[in-house]
């Protein structure tokens, strides 16, 4: 299994929910996004061993591309799981681009391809088009950049996007792999089609297999399989009581006020997948656990994803396991504040499934040799 982590480039990051998203805009964080902090972030994921770290996309973030360009010059290993919108830049453009970043970087370059669900942010960037014309064009601009990437002279002309005897010189080496979500029929067609991952938003394992099993089902239609992620939160602590009063300190944060005027918004969200979340949480303090240990709280604030893993570390694994048993094989995670919650993940389930033989650090660290304690004599090595 992989694990990747979150930059809070939406935003900026806290002790609490930092709300918004999917069309509201954020609330004001206690640590805005900086190149020193996520700097931190980005550093402490790799040493934990998180694979990748998402960086979201959106009016309310920083640019996913520029910030995860130099973030990459301050971390040796970490992936970047760079979200972006096709039809927002040309599609020849996007391919120099990813072949530039995976070349100086060192291939260290995922995409997450968001086609957008929210019209009048969409609007903003000059994107009058429908959810559903927005999904076609993705089919075309992810046709259009994967037959650049082969190195092919391309001549294209489709219902929404043309390009004329396009050659790209900067080919990207590897090719970087391609995550896409989206809940919609139209969203799931255009997945089976291009996508590498599918990513789905954490609901409780039985609708997460129920919609793996539809995209499976369409992928194949394509001859094609797929891998299936996951996107959640983490609240993971050395015992349940302890997990859990993080999550009840986190929602008594949370005003009823800040509830209404949000849910109020992502309710007028386009998103299927929005609108799943809203489901889980209902928009009430009441009845958030949907699942042992899911727990729908975080959603009620901020769009997109909006469920976290909450409790003890072996608890949690036992989450995970149960996820990779219907058939998810990555994890795309955060926790609020971003910093702390990586070790408190990192240090405590990581571990846990390193017991289990379910996964293994992606670069351990050399042993380190002992220290000589201060004044302590140094033995002679004789020479050979």
Known sequence: MKFHWFLPTNGGDGRTVVGGGHGVAAQASSRPASVPYLGQIARSAEQLGFEAALTPTGAWCEDAWVSTAMLSSVSERLKFLVAFRPGVTAPFLSAQMAGTFQNLSGGRLLLNVVTGGEDAEQAMFGDFSTKEERYARADEFLEIVRRLWTGETLTFEGKYLSVENATLHQIPDPLPEIYFGGSSAAGIAVAAKHADVYLTWGEPPEAVAEKIARVRRAAAEQGRELTYGIRLHTIARATSEEAWAEADRLLENISAEDIARIQAGLKRSASEGQQRMLALNKGSKDGLEIYPNLWAGVGLVRGGAGTAMVGSYTEIADLIEAYR????????????????????????????????????????????????????????????
């Open 325 to 384: 048993d219907v058939g998810i094989d990555e994890f795309v995670l955060s926790g609020y504040p971003h910093l702390e919650e990586a070790y408190w993940f990192g240090e405590g389930v990581l571990p846990e499934l390193t017991r289990r033989g379910l996964w293994e650090h992606p670069a351990p660290p050399r042993a380190a040799r002992a220290a000589v304690p201060f004044g302590a004599p140094v033995k002679a090595v004789s020479a050979s």
